[in-house]
């Protein structure tokens, strides 16, 4: 059963012309394939902006946190027409912002790094959770880190999100951005005080990701991100980090000696 990320990301390739994802090709994103009469109904008052008809149903008993078809929620499929009058007027008159589709994803974490500023807006100005985690347990705030999107960054730091959040693998916002080489992004996250001292459970950690990425990787020492990269090491260094610091491996073996599990 897809997801309602599947959805909209099959939307979006739609848009493009890239046909086929998901197996959503030609998918028909009327609301009487995905929701119940009565739901349907108050979907049709929302967006033709009949407050009074809306609220008279909801009255009677229809809500609009539920699931439909594959597990679609009435503010996804807002979402997915990109009707933002309708998607306002479903969140005043009751649509939870972080009601999540049945694997845990929630509408703020699915819109982040996409390039639709204003829903983000939307979604926050209503409630949404700024450190909603995916529903593979990646905060929020890393998907608009995925796609450089600063303005999204900046915001999601203003409505709260923790650059400190971890995702499983104990990962917060600045280590991420280094696994994506977003070395300018980790830089700037690190000045508002991120953590520098988690490690993964295979022993890796900023330093060691840093330390790697300049010997290995960035062999071109004219380009932005050998720049950045080494701005974030020098970063390091003022915390009192030593180089070359220890190699996941060096770490667990380290750990094995004092007995403790990654």
Known sequence: MPNIRCYLKSVALLIAGLLGACNLEGADMDASNFFQPEMVSLLQDIQRDNRKRAEQKIRSGVSLNVHGKDGITPL?????????????????????????????????????????????????????????????????????????????????????SDINLTDKRNVNSAHYALYINNFEVAHYLMELGADHAGRTPGGS??????????????????????????????????????????????VRVKWAEEGREN
């Open 205 to 250: 950690d900023m330093a060691w990701q840093i330390h790697d990425s300049l010997s290995n990787i960035l062999l071109d020492t004219d380009t932005d991100a050998y720049k950045w990269a080494g701005k974030v090491k020098q970063q390091l260094i003022d915390r009192g980090v030593s180089f070359p610091p220890l190699s996941p491996k060096e």
């Open 76 to 160: 996804f499929w807002l979402i997915i027409n990109k009707d933002k009058p309708a998607i306002k007027l479903a969140l005043q008159l009751g649509s939870d912002p972080n009601f999540s589709d049945p694997v845990g994803d929630t509408p703020i974490v699915v819109v982040a790094g996409g390039n639709d500023d204003e829903m983000l807006e939307i979604l926050l100005q209503a409630g949404a959770n700024p450190n909603s985690l995916d529903s593979n347990g990646y905060p929020t705030l890393f998907a608009a880190i995925g796609t450089s999107n600063w303005a999204q960054i900046k915001r999601l730091i203003a409505a709260g």
